[in-house]
């Protein structure tokens, strides 16, 4: 699929980086800014077609071309998650980024937004936990705990790396009765699994209406409406809860932003698991954790993928 990223020309160098790191073997920018002006001393007008900035778009577009498969869903779901929190970051940025709007076109005759499904069948992560898209059936084994998804355009199948290894940590750290909070919940999918886990109660969080009605369906489904509550909102405004266990599979930037805020809704030596980093940000990760207070207790990796537990040290 082609995707296209609405921009400025301060920002069209990250947003290309950012589909390169996504998958795009390259990326096409389209800037005013780089064609001359013909009358600006060196402007070597004659090389241009005149009819040159007639098709281009008033904006800057960055083009990406992201490959399809069992990820395609995922990858896309990713790309407006990390917009969105380059979005909400812009008030406190000097770096202006423009609207950031996303068109995506397909580049081949199959539709993927029902095609994709074909490759998401269930899988296990970490001991128990088993991921099962709703159109598949399995046969449950004893001891699994199931969580069943449609994730629709929302992020986390389960499938990327980013989301299984908050999955495994997700199991491997939580204790029944514990209260949670899951920050950029997506589909829901880290939400339900702590549900499912035995946690005590759950508030789920996102700043995209869409998700929130994504994930607010995988609640029903998985029959976990009375311990989970999913909102739409903004942690940094104040969402009030008090947790024991905090998770956010987002980005390295974003994390950097809650980390101080999120310090005053966990209870002392309460647990922050985190997702979504670059292993070129861990660094910036950790030392905003640090600053805030934090503690690294476990590190994971998969690919180029960093998953972070800490804790609080109050």
Not at 73 to 92: G, Y
Not at 130 to 159: C, H, R, S
Not at 175 to 183: I, L, N
Not at 266 to 287: A, K, N, W, Y
């Amino acid at each position: 699929m082609e995707v296209a990223v609405h921009t400025t020309t301060q920002g069209a160098d990250l947003i290309s980086g950012l589909l390169i790191e996504l998958g795009s073997a390259g990326t096409q920018i389209a800037d005013r800014a780089d064609i001359p002006d013909p009358g600006s001393p060196g402007a070597y007008w004659e090389m241009y077609d005149e009819k040159l900035l007639e098709g281009m778009p008033e904006d800057v577009v960055v083009k990406g071309w992201l490959e399809g498969g069992e990820n395609r869903a995922e990858t896309l779901a990713l790309l407006r998650a990390r917009l969105n929190a380059l979005q909400a970051e812009q008030a406190k940025s000097p770096l202006p980024m423009g609207t950031l709007a996303l068109e995506v076109r397909e580049v081949r005759d199959a539709d993927w937004a029902e095609s994709w499904k074909q490759y998401y069948k269930p899988f296990r992560v970490g001991k128990a936990l088993v991921v099962k898209p709703t159109w598949e059936n399995y046969d449950a084994q004893a001891g699994d705990v199931i969580i069943q998804l449609d994730p629709g355009m929302a992020f986390g199948t389960g499938t990327h790396e980013t989301t299984s290894m908050c999955l495994e940590l997700l199991e491997k750290h939580l204790t029944p009765g514990m209260r949670v909070m899951d920050v950029g919940t997506g589909s829901g999918i880290l939400a339900i699994a702590a549900a499912r886990l035995g946690t005590g109660s759950v508030l789920a969080i996102d700043i995209d209406p869409d998700a929130v009605k994504v994930a607010k369906e995988n609640v029903e489904l998985n029959g976990v409406a009375d311990v989970v509550k999913v909102v739409c909102g903004d942690l940094v405004k104040g969402e009030a809860m008090a947790c024991d266990l905090a998770v956010a599979n987002i980005v390295a930037d974003a994390i950097c932003m809650l980390a101080a805020p999120l310090t005053r809704h966990l209870l002392p030596g309460g647990i922050f698991l985190c997702s979504g980093i670059i292993q070129e940000r861990e660094q910036d990760v950790l030392d905003a954790a640090g600053k805030a207070g934090y503690t690294l207790v476990e590190r994971a990796a998969q690919g180029e993928w960093v998953a972070l537990c800490l804790r609080t040290g109050r």
